[in-house]
């Protein structure tokens, strides 16, 4: 055991140990070690040509923001330990004025999360080491161009120093030395820069550059353990659902160096296509570059392709190893690598972040190949982003312009008006716009722009840029590297060529190929892959709950059974009710003043109503289908109460006749007789059952006639009545008993014996803790979660996300919003007792959600781990909640 070893385990003793070199580190521990420090120390321990190096620990991490932005004091002194083995084994010393070695510090979060924290490079080098570099190297422009990078990203990362004023150095010498390009600067050229960046970062830090190494290295691991908490990171946590203690590891590795000459390089590559899963190496390259230059997109790269003709050799090595990590990892890989004088590297890999779609064939596509088991496969796949399966595309560009054509890094099609910048992005769409976010590169600053905007189109930047990678993540289309795009800032406007567009036009993008149009086009929906479908069916044999839709009309029906839907969980009757032809007859009857006229309008109804009855029970033959009876308030049906008056005195300046005038004063009378304080609590649901009983008779012999016609026709009718907003036992007995009359009747005037059940939705609180009473005249139970939710927590759904939900979600007052994803402790405890409750009443009892929680995965499994029969959701939802409900069981079986 050398000294260094025997220091380091007395030293082992008296304090936990945060440190670990590559080959020493259990890759095992991904919590601590995190992605990028697990996956270095597997590839090192695997033999792959990874540059040497070492991690510190998520707990020192944790540790730094206990103590308050401090390292603790015995953390430097295991760095400074690990430092001298890294100089040991790559054979340099760090700061030395003859071998020096540099380092990169990079962050490792256990939960991959590209381009949200940050990375310092070429650490080490000072005035004195840059010379070092300089002739061991040969290459004097190479040197100083290093340094220049380093001092530039130092203040940066370190201080926030914008970039703009050392890219105005680098600018200011390419126009006073005639070069076009960084690499046409001389060595002396490049001396000039760093002696103007020094002055820059002295300036705008207020003390000079740190030339003792050690001094650097402490800052940097200090603002890679800061960035865990910066703007752009909290916004990706909470879009992700990251939990803020986990921390970021810290790696630091021996510089290799891609920018040392034409034989140099630096890439990513993907083992598979990350945006269509095809398996094939997917990636770009830039000569004679440092890897940052490639994820931030200020150069265009190269197609991983070229890279065989110019580099053959070193392309079979890549291929070999990503297909060596992708058989090992048995998932896809994203791979970034550098290439130093012809040998290629390695410098970090993890499960490459794709888009549905291609998830989607990768897992499909790796079962068959052997590498997965089916269940397996579903694990692989995110079904929250399922939904970018059914993304939308322009469904014709004939009669459109094309604006300019870039590459296609992320699925899809969209249309916006143009932006210029994340926070107008932000603005206007929170004003009910649709924007594209049109930027020169994106950066993680911009990512709540990319949030808000529909799609993103960039100037520079390929398919592995921050723009490609975190559109992918997030299903938005994008569009980037339109090199022939001229962004002019100043004037709020883009140009290609002759056309130009101003701030607020519109474009349509196309992020399947590539393809900027000029002006609005038509989107299309998308239709499932096989792959999909392969998938789904894995998932319907591991599912326990079923999925049925929400489906309000025939045509709802027909879709939701192409998407695989069960039946009807919740078809919404007072949708009926509103196409042109039949407002007016519903007007009619809210306008009765007795119970006659009501009725007699009510008559019309009828026939319209049995028509769409009838139709549904036919596509969904044999499939349960669930029917609930009106529901929202009346005043719904008239025009609102402002109209109806400007209306009225416009009638009567223009000299109307008396009757238009009536009719529309009459309305007036009855809007503002049915207007009330808070609708939502109001004469609805059932309460307009026990008020207007012919309502609910129209509807309910409607429905039993429509099945009595589909059954006389060999349709299997599965039906179920559900009774809305119900408060007590008694305000359901009432209802059951008459609809039960009213469906006898029916029956017995048409000779049919139709089988029906009658439910209740439970969405007010009071029938949720009375469940049990409830539960002996109801045969089921829907959860109707969106009302629960509003009436638990007492938020009027429409001001609360357009007034202050974002409010309590910066201030983690909410973690998500209840509206999306159930609020397990509030309202799904309301839930748990009502099922507990009720089937304690009726052991039979049949039990639902049928709110738009239905199609959300995460609620998904909290309806898994409570044993409910069903959810029902939107029908382009299904294929979402089959695969989430899969997984609910695969999760529920593995801790069960």
Sequence with gaps: MGRIDEVAAQEQKAHPIWVYAFDQADPGERARLGGKGANLAQMVQWGLPVPPGFTITTEACQAFWEQGERLPDFLLGDVSMAMLRLERAAGKRFGDAFQPLLVSVRSGAPVSMPGMMDTILNLGLNDSTVRALAHQSQNPAFAYDSYRRLVQMFANVVFQVPLDPFEHVLQSAKARHDCKRDLDLSADAWKEVVATCLRVYAD??????????????????????????????????????????????????????????????????????????????????????????????????????????????????????????????????????????????VLQTRNGKRTAQAAVKIAIDMVHEGLIQPQEALLRVDAQHLRQLLYRRLESTTSLTVLTKGLPASPGAAIGRIVFDADTAVHWAARGERVILVRPETTPEDIHGVLAAEGVVTMHGGMTSHAAVVARGIGKPAVCGCDDLRIELAQRSVCVGEATLQEGDWVSIDGGTGTVFIGQGTLAEAQMAQELNELLAIADQVRRLRVRANADTPEDARRAREFGAEGIGLCRTEHMFLSPARVPLVQRMILATQSSERKAALDELLPLQVADFTEIFRTMDGLPVTIRLLDPPLHEFLPREEELATRLEQLRTQGASTNEIDKVEQLLRQARYLREANPMMGLRGSRLGIVYPEIYDMQMEAIVTAAAQAMKSGIHVELEIMLPLIGSTKELRLLRERMEQVGQAVMEQLGVAVDFRIGTMIEVPRAALTADEIAEDASFFSFGTNDLTQM???????????????????????????????????????????????????????????????GDPASIAFCEELGLDYVSCSPFRIPVARIAAAQAALERKRIG
């Excluded at 094939?280 to 994820?295: D, I, M, R, S």
């Design 792 to 854: 638990t927590f007492a938020f009027s759904r429409d001001d609360a996300e357009g007034k202050f939900l974002n409010v309590y979600f910066d201030r983690d007052i909410l973690s998500s919003n209840p509206f999306e994803t159930l609020d397990t402790r509030g309202v799904g405890r309301l839930i748990q007792w009502a099922v507990e409750s009720g089937k304690s009443r009726r052991p039979d009892l049949k039990t639902g959600v049928c709110g738009e929680h239905g």
């Design 204 to 345: 705008r830090v207020g003390e000079p550059f740190p030339q003792d190494v050690h001094t650097q290295l402490r800052l940097a691991i200090e603002a890679v353990f800061r960035s865990w908490r910066s703007q752009r990171a909290i916004v990706y946590h909470k879009l992700h659902g990251i939990a803020e203690d986990l921390g970021t590891a810290v790696n630091v590795q021996a510089m290799v160096f891609g920018n040392m000459g034409e034989d140099s390089g630096t890439g990513v590559i993907f083992t598979r296509h990350p945006a269509t899963g095809e398996r094939a190496l997917f990636g770009e390259f830039l000569v004679n570059a440092q890897g940052e230059e490639v994820v931030a997109g200020t150069r265009t790269p190269q197609p991983i392709a070229e890279l065989a003709v110019k580099m053959p050799g070193v392309y079979r090595a890549l291929s070999k190893v990503a297909h060596q990590l992708e058989t090992r990892f048995r998932d896809m890989q994203d791979v970034e690598f550098t290439v130093e004088r012809g040998r290629l590297y």
